[in-house]
């Protein structure tokens, strides 16, 4: 059976037949960077990391894109409060949200375009949309995109989510810069210059401006991966307006090849939840991945959490939850530990039935609980048999081969053992020191600034070490 995904827009599990036999063209859109990316956006970005991975089992070459938005309101907004440069700020955060990306072994994306790094590619393509009549110039310089232009040309407004388009957006704040706008469901593709925007702009025949959020997705997606192309993800609160914009404006230039449409297949992460409502920054609900690594877990733990239920469904975060994940983490490490001192350096190219199981499970629109399932029956197996006496090490060896397989696609990979880096070492030292003239306030700050860089002091019989969290 060929792999088959929901695609939003259809609304339908479908076969995914890429354009090209065995290439992909995927695009996710990337974090805002304007402070730390909590694990709910985290939850998306593991998703998109599964879906890439999962392909590149099943054979296909995978282009992977996740666009950084390093310009925007809220950006704008603190780097004007707290005076610092636009690539000051946002290289920060960046940084700091690519550090949580690989520690939860998400593999890096091919390209990772920023918006203001873009910028020809987005005044040229919002050019072709004033060129075919869609976008309007107003009196302040600002563009924007008319959605019933847009219709008039026989285009839909509404592919991934049937609209009303006349009710849309009501209720929907409208800045004081769009005052100009023809309809209140437009746009804006270009934001014009105003006096609160300091030194961030751009030139344009339009006039100095900034891009708005949703052309920078259409633009960079389809100047690295084609005007057409196989899959678009995102968290499914991105699906209006922001996704359902971009097909808007790629699809409205007109630059497709006749009967292609901008994006094959649509897929769309649920939300992590907290007591039933989404997490997220305007709520006060959310946990960075640097308060759980405070706490004492770490980026495999935090990503077995995040991928341990279906991508469709949403579910509630808990520490709880969190310590669970914990424990089923180490009863895989523990069997693996075992199984490599049984196999002792034998190799296995038996195929277990474990990764046929595996691959028929995801293959299901990626039903990763019923690979869980699957996985934890083999676990209690494994375990009974290594008890019993009866594993050999060949099939040790076997079994340790089918958990690579699989693993290559959820990306637990080997528990760490890797030395701590001298500076850190330096800092257990101090806290020895302090310890012993009964600093023991000084002590804990040193032990939670360990905590809060991914290290754990454990105490051995040979004296405090450090371990990876
Ligand atoms: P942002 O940095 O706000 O643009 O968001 C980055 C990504 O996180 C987007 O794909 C959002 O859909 C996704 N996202 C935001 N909140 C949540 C949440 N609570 N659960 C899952 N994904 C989320
Ligand atoms: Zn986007």
Redesign the pocket.
């Known amino acids: 059976m060929p792999l088959r995904i929901l695609n939003t827009l259809s609304r339908a599990v479908e076969d995914f037949t890429p354009r090209e036999p065995r290439r992909v063209g995927m695009y996710?859109?990337?974090?805002?960077?304007h402070n730390f990316?909590?694990i709910?956006?985290?939850?998306?970005?593991v998703f998109a990391d599964l879906v890439r991975r999962y392909l590149e089992l099943s054979g296909y070459t995978v282009r992977h894109v996740m666009n950084i938005?390093d310009v925007e309101d809220k950006i704008i907004r603190t780097i004007r409060e707290n005076g610092r440069s636009l690539a000051d700020f946002t290289g920060e955060y960046e940084k700091a949200f690519l550090e949580d990306f690989d520690a939860l072994h998400c593999l890096r994306p091919h390209d990772l375009p920023h918006a203001t790094e873009h910028m020809p590619g987005i005044v040229a393509l919002i050019g072709k949309l004033i060129d075919r009549g869609i976008a309007y110039r107003a009196p302040d310089g600002s563009v924007y995109f008319s959605i019933q232009r847009y219709q008039g040309c026989g285009c839909k407004y509404g592919q991934l989510l049937n609209l009303n388009f006349e009710e849309m957006r009501v209720g929907e704040r409208v800045s004081s810069d769009e005052y100009a706008k023809e309809a209140v469901a437009d746009f804006a593709l270009w934001k014009a210059r105003v006096p609160e925007d300091g030194d961030v702009f751009w030139p344009s025949p339009w006039g100095e401006g900034r891009p708005g959020w949703h052309i920078e997705c259409s633009a960079m997606s389809m100047e690295l991966l084609g005007t057409s192309f196989d899959l678009h993800?995102?968290?499914?609160?991105?699906v209006f307006p922001h996704h359902e914009d971009e097909i808007a404006q790629s699809e409205g230039a007109g630059v497709q090849v006749p009967g292609e449409r901008f994006v094959k297949y649509w897929m769309?992460?649920?939300?992590?939840?907290v007591e039933g409502k989404?997490?997220?920054?305007s709520l006060g609900n959310?946990f960075t991945l640097r308060d759980l690594f405070q706490k004492g877990f770490n980026g495999r733990e935090i990503r077995f959490l995040l991928i341990s239920s279906h991508y469709r469904e949403?579910f509630n975060f808990t520490l709880k939850g969190l310590a669970d994940a914990r424990a089923n983490v180490a009863r895989i490490d523990e069997m693996i530990a075992k199984l490599t001192e049984l196999a002792a350096g034998t190799s296995s190219t038996e195929v277990s039935p474990l990764v046929a199981e595996f691959i028929r499970v995801m293959d299901d629109n990626l039903n990763v609980s019923a690979a869980w399932g699957a996985i934890f029956d083999w676990v209690r197996e494994t375990n009974r048999a290594i008890a019993e006496g009866k594993l050999t090490p060949i099939a040790a060896a076997a079994a340790l081969a089918a958990w690579q397989k699989v693993d290559a696609v959820l990306g637990l990979g080997a528990p760490p053992t890797a030395e701590a880096p001298a500076e850190l070492l330096q800092l257990l030292e101090e806290r020895q020191i302090a310890r012993k003239a009964k600093d023991f306030k000084r002590g804990d700050v040193i032990r939670d600034q360990l905590k809060g860089l991914g290290w754990q002091i454990e105490d051995t019989p040979k004296g405090p070490k450090l371990k990876k969290m």
């Not at 709910?40 to 970005?45: A, E, I, K, L, S």
């Not at 769309?268 to 939840?273: E, I, N, R, V």
């Not at 989404?278 to 920054?281: D, N, Q, T, V």
């Open positions: 996710c859109c990337g974090p805002t960077v990316a909590h709910g956006n985290f939850r998306t970005f938005t993800l995102g968290g499914e609160d991105l769309h992460g649920a939300h992590l939840l989404k997490m997220a920054k959310f949403s």
